[in-house]
């Protein structure tokens, strides 16, 4: 398998979370052989670990999901230079400091989103612009529609360091998110990567 191949298979298991080698091989399309090697070599490099099932029947069901390694393979735009920032501004400032920085971090990404969501009129074009925004920004966004409303996935945190820091972070893009959808519209988070989910999810929908 291709480099190419290897990275499909990291972000395969990153979206959609642990799968067996079967369905690995079902998604990219390639044989179960072809895959079981690959995860091989990513459980040497130790970017993957595996947890087998008991079934009813037959052989335990071996599930592969990404290590804390693998995980690290995406971008987390700089951590160590964003933790390093956040604990002089603290230090410097104190924690109204903290709070302001955050506050207009919210400011320049709400004239930002805005202006793309504002493009839009019905709310599932809304929620795709929003998701596209995110995912240039690192957050491999992406949208499915439930029942009347949409949810907004984000499969990977591109800020995860300096969120897990200061969660005002992730207060913040709530805030934002329900500031550019405007009026009328309820955005709840279902899911939350610091709460222990593998990634965070907002359920999107009008209120009327």
Same mark, same amino acid.
């Given at each position: 398998?291709?480099?190419?191949?290897?990275?499909? !298979?990291?972000?395969?298991?990153?979206?959609?979370?642990?799968?067996?080698?079967?369905?690995?091989?079902?998604?990219?399309?390639? /044989?179960? *052989?072809? *895959?079981?090697?690959?995860?091989?070599?990513?459980?040497?490099?130790?970017?993957?670990?595996?947890?087998?099932?008991?079934?009813?029947?037959?052989?335990?069901? =071996?599930?592969?999901?990404?290590?804390?390694?693998?995980?690290?393979?995406?971008?987390?735009?700089?951590?160590? !230079?964003? +933790?390093? +920032?956040?604990?002089? *501004?603290?230090?410097?400032?104190?924690?109204?400091?903290?709070?302001k920085l955050i506050? =207009?971090?919210?400011?320049?990404?709400?004239?930002?989103?805005?202006?793309?969501?504002?493009?839009? @009129?019905? !709310? &599932?074009? #809304?929620?795709?612009?929003?998701?596209?925004?995110?995912? =240039?920004?690192?957050?491999?966004?992406?949208?499915?529609?439930?029942? @009347? &409303?949409?949810?907004?996935?984000?499969?990977?945190?591109?800020i995860c360091a300096?969120?897990?820091?200061c969660q005002g972070? $992730?207060?913040?893009?709530?805030? +934002?998110? #329900?500031?550019?959808? &405007?009026?009328?519209?309820?955005?709840?988070?279902?899911?939350? !990567?610091?709460? &222990?989910? =593998?990634? $965070?999810?907002?359920?999107?929908?009008? /209120?009327?």
């Amino acid at each position: 398998m291709s480099d190419r191949t290897r990275t499909r !298979l990291l972000n395969a298991l990153k979206v959609s979370g642990p799968q067996t080698a079967a369905e690995l091989a079902k998604t990219l399309e390639v /044989t179960s *052989v072809a *895959v079981r090697q690959q995860l091989d070599g990513l459980l040497e490099d130790k970017l993957v670990v595996f947890e087998d099932l008991k079934g009813t029947v037959g052989r335990p069901k =071996r599930n592969w999901s990404l290590s804390e390694q693998g995980h690290g393979q995406f971008p987390d735009n700089h951590a160590a !230079l964003i +933790l390093g +920032l956040l604990n002089g *501004v603290t230090d410097l400032y104190g924690k109204d400091g903290l709070d302001k920085l955050i506050a =207009r971090r919210e400011e320049q990404s709400r004239q930002l989103y805005s202006e793309a969501v504002s493009a839009n @009129d019905d !709310l &599932g074009g #809304k929620v795709a612009a929003l998701a596209a925004l995110r995912s =240039r920004e690192g957050y491999m966004a992406e949208v499915e529609a439930d029942d @009347d &409303g949409f949810l907004l996935i984000e499969n990977h945190c591109s800020i995860c360091a300096a969120a897990t820091a200061c969660q005002g972070f $992730c207060r913040s893009e709530l805030s +934002l998110f #329900k500031a550019v959808l &405007g009026g009328g519209v309820a955005v709840e988070r279902q899911e939350h !990567l610091l709460s &222990g989910d =593998r990634r $965070c999810v907002y359920r999107i929908a009008n /209120t009327s």
